[in-house]
């Protein structure tokens, strides 16, 4: 039961990524094409990121064609009916946060794999949950959000710490993959719920910047 | 015969990448190093990404010193004569076109050596024709032109289904690679002579953005 | 003594590309996270593309956890002591240019040890010291600063090809290493204090650009 609702949270996670990556693409106005390759870089750059730093090679999309067609079928859906869908915001933001959990899980699971320090794994973690978007950023000649404002890296930081903690405890050896997830998914909405936000280096007047 | 005609081809493609970097750059005022490097990001960019994400390492510039040297002097030579160069964009097109169709079946039989997906071929092909253009862009600052007017990767996208098609069927094996060449450039040509483009997604009304 | 020598350089070098990282988000008002983010690409970049282009997997960061460490100490004492940091511009030149040098070696030698090209040793040598500081103007959505102004890729490409034009005459092979750090080190400072730059391919009539 756990492996398929790990399965399920991957697909859910790969989906809402894509969608997030069409919303991006459509508010730069980018035509059909630019708006899928969005899509996938937004869905697999954590990963690929990942993988070519480990060295694990060719990286997971291009071993698997499934994830190629969940992110296609689901950008094709977002683009045609994306006005409906920006309805479901916070069903997105449930799904988005359940893939952030996921894919840092993933990320840690790997970096353990192949031998590496605790510290390196939750780093692997983080890059994979939290990539995607940069690059989607940059590819956008955006500065990357999460470089700004939300707490998003942040809760796959924390997730990742409370794997290794637990793991060194010995306790709930096996569901530890589903606290993790469940961790950073809580800390996510809590964020969103509440706009939190990392304490700000530049003091309250933050007008100047705002006002150019 | 044919392997000479290839080769042939994959020098000018890979000149006439180097020179589209070149102006990119110069319109953005870089130095003269900047431009170098951005010729040759232009250049090797796409096939570097590709050797990356397939594992095929080290990746195939750094492998053979001959790509630099052509890339070096194509850039030299499109800095100095840069204005009298610019009397030739037809020629220029041309062998741009051809350059795409060539990379991009090279692309698609690295796939295909590797044993991967036809889906995954075709992606490997796309990326290896555009991603030089779409890295130098981001690198330029600018969103990636090919995201957002013109008819390229969809050429790669064709080419590359009409490749795996042919295949199925067994004919003309021997030059399949010719055909998908000539195929990615004919449609590269006739997209740039009627100014064909991606259907919008936005609507007629696009003043809006581009009153900004 | 030698290699005490040089652990220190990459130390101070590695401190001092973080420090430059933390410098260019704050510009750009990233939270801490991103301020974190750029410190460790700035400091990190370089390496890290070197090593994915020869496929020396996994990269180096990864496999060796005091980078990342001392990264995190000198990008959180930039973030705290900024201002007072700021008053010692000089000294951080001092390191960021025996950095750039020692990165540059490091890069040079890789290149040797995989058997590549000299021109291909002097690319990735050069990739290794400068594309950090690329991939932080790329990602806080700027124009990388070298291809703009500054002596400081070409410092580089100098210093290699002295590096291996000793290497040819067999001269000094022992301090091969610190000869081109001192070279490239020289060449940086002196293109510092007098504002030294490549030649301009725009006349001197820029003053159209500026204004906008």
Redesign the interface.
């Known amino acids: 039961m756990k492996y398929e609702l790990l399965k399920m949270i991957d697909i859910l996670g790969t989906v809402s990524f894509a969608i997030s990556g069409v919303f991006a693409?459509?508010q730069?106005?980018?035509?059909?094409?630019?708006?899928l390759?969005?899509a996938f870089i937004t869905s697999i750059g954590g990963g690929?990121l990942r993988d070519?730093?480990?060295?694990d090679?060719?990286?997971s999309?291009?071993r698997n064609?499934n994830y190629?067609i969940i992110i296609f079928i689901s950008a094709v859906v977002a683009?045609v009916f994306n006005k409906t869908i920006k309805n479901f915001q916070n069903t997105l933001l449930v799904f988005d946060s359940l893939g952030l959990g996921f894919f840092t899980v993933l990320g840690i699971q790997k970096g353990i794999a192949?031998g590496?320090?605790p510290?390196?794994c939750i780093?692997?973690g983080t890059v994979t949950g939290c990539f995607g978007g940069?690059i989607r950023d940059?590819?956008?000649?955006?500065?990357?959000l999460?470089?700004?404002?939300e707490i998003y890296?942040?809760a796959c930081i924390i997730g990742g710490s409370i794997y290794f903690l637990l793991l060194k405890t010995g306790i709930n050896f096996d569901w530890l993959d589903v606290i993790c997830i469940t961790t950073i998914f809580l800390i996510r909405l809590v964020a969103v719920r509440y706009k939190l936000?990392?304490?700000?280096?530049?003091g309250n007047n933050?007008s100047e910047?705002e006002k150019l």
């Open positions: 693409a459509m730069k106005r980018l035509d059909v094409f630019g708006i390759i969005i690929t070519l730093m480990i060295g090679l060719p990286v999309w291009i064609i190629s683009m192949f590496l320090h510290g390196i780093a692997l940069v940059i590819a956008l000649n955006n500065i990357p999460i470089f700004q404002k890296a942040t936000a990392l304490p700000s280096l530049y933050t910047e």
